[in-house]
Nanobody, 115 residues
Framework: QVQLVESGGGFVQPGGSLRLSCAASGSAFTINSMGWYRQTPGKQRDLVAVITDRGLRNYANSVKGRFTISRDNDKNTVYLQMNSLKPEDTAVYYC?????????WGQGTQVTVSS
């Protein structure tokens, strides 16, 4: 099992920035990719950004150029730097970790962008 603890969500005005963190613990297996997803009420959970253990990154088109995903493999922690935030970025953001045979979710952290 992998436990994921997210932090860094909150309230910010449009144009502002937030940094999310997700620390993984408890796995006896190597964590391969880690990613961030987001979900709004009544909608599916969508990929925001993902990073492999080798540092390869993939972003949703809606966040390219504004969000940056990074990770510290020694700490099993993934980060999401969110800049130029827009009201449409408001959502619950979830961390996800992939091992060879399984994947795990964090509990989610609320991000609200509003004036």
């Amino acid at each position: 099992q992998v436990q994921l603890v997210e932090s860094g969500g909150g309230f910010v005005q449009p144009g502002g920035s937030l940094r999310l963190s997700c620390a993984a613990s408890g796995s006896a297996f190597t964590i391969n990719s880690m990613g961030w997803y987001r979900q709004t009420p009544g909608k599916q959970r969508d990929l925001v950004a993902v990073i492999t253990d080798r540092g390869l990154r993939n972003y949703a088109n809606s966040v390219k150029g504004r969000f940056t995903i990074s990770r510290d493999n020694d700490k099993n922690t993934v980060y999401l730097q969110m800049n130029s935030l827009k009201p449409e970025d408001t959502a619950v953001y979830y961390c996800r970790a992939f091992t060879t045979w399984n994947n795990f979710w964090g509990q989610g952290t609320q991000v609200t962008v509003s004036s």
